[in-house]
């Protein structure tokens, strides 16, 4: 059977929110199996614990944001599509701050600090999500839609109107049963025009934000000495935060998620539709015998080859 995995010790970091600008310190610590993915706020007296799943997801205006009692840990998404990446079930995420530290705007810092903690296989079947039938989400020109596969695969667009991204590939379909997460999703950054930060700082938001920590563009080219990691960049870091938004859901997905300028809203909203519709999906378990089981396994086999 293909098993739930946690960490095998504490590991921890410090960076700063991009939103508050503030340090935040984040311990990763090991959970029992069906614990699930739980996040926890230690700088509240006592610790609050917010659990994750689609409907504990509260806010998407600028990312994934989980609330629970007026309790919020925010920019919870590129954690996640680690934990996907890494095949992590259980886990408590601690930080002393109402956001997730954005670290270099990507899910790479994560992956090294998962991969120095260790995994651990906890014995026990991990349980997938089989999507049965399709289900689809619309804003406007905007949708995002889950069919069935056998495995996980991604197809997605983007479309900004701008030079620097239109220079780009908008479009990549990634089927993780040929493709490595770590090597061709973790590191895609976060991204935003130069224009918007400065509307966005005036608010009281981005304070964080910076070109060591997000791919900037004023109203030609991306200002970043380094260029971009990848060619495409752009559309694979919305691939990575809609594999943290999907596994926000609890448990990895069996299926083909295809999106056209989906954000997180939409990603959530998706997860929601498919969860209210019970003939949409079942509960499903493997054997390591089983035909293509490393893409069966999540992002388990991404580990391996990081």
Not at 16 to 34: E, F, I, M, T
Not at 39 to 48: A, G, K, N, Q, S
Not at 210 to 215: F, G, Q, R, T
Request: glycine share 8%.
């Amino acid at each position: 059977m293909l098993r739930q995995h946690t960490v095998k010790r504490p590991t921890r970091a410090s960076g700063v929110g991009l939103h508050s600008g503030q340090k935040v310190n984040l311990v990763l610590r090991p959970a029992a199996p069906d614990a699930g993915i739980v996040f926890r706020r230690v700088d509240l007296d006592p610790p609050v614990d917010l659990p994750v799943s689609a409907e504990a997801v509260g806010d998407t205006r600028l990312a994934s944001c989980l609330v629970r009692d007026g309790v919020r840990i925010s920019t919870v998404e590129h954690l996640m599509s680690a934990l996907w990446g890494m095949g992590i079930d259980n886990l408590y995420v601690e930080v002393d701050a109402p956001e997730i530290p954005i670290m270099d705007g990507s899910a790479g810092t994560f992956i090294f600090l998962l991969q120095s903690a260790g995994v651990q296989d906890q014995g026990v079947p991990r349980r997938f999500l089989r999507v049965r039938r399709a289900v689809e989400v619309t804003d406007g020109d905007k949708w995002a839609r889950l069919e069935p596969w056998d495995g996980f695969c991604i197809d997605f667009a983007i479309a900004f109107g701008h030079p620097a991204v239109d220079r780009s590939p908008t479009r990549v379909a990634i089927d993780f049963a040929q493709a490595s997460y770590v090597k061709e999703v973790a590191r895609a950054r976060t991204f935003g025009f130069i224009h918007d930060i400065e509307v966005m700082r005036a608010s009281g938001l981005a304070q964080g934000g910076s070109l060591d920590n997000a791919i900037v563009m004023d109203e030609y080219r991306v200002l970043n000495s380094g260029g971009l990691r990848f060619s495409d960049e752009f559309v694979r870091h919305k691939i990575l935060d809609a594999i943290g938004d999907l596994y926000l859901l609890g448990h990895p997905l069996l299926g083909r998620f295809s999106a056209n300028k989906s954000g997180h809203a939409l990603n959530n909203a998706l997860l929601r539709a498919l969860l209210a519709d019970r003939q949409a999906w079942q509960w499903a378990h493997f054997s390591p015998s089983e035909p293509r089981v490393m893409e069966l396994s999540g992002g388990a086999a991404a580990s391996s080859l990081a």
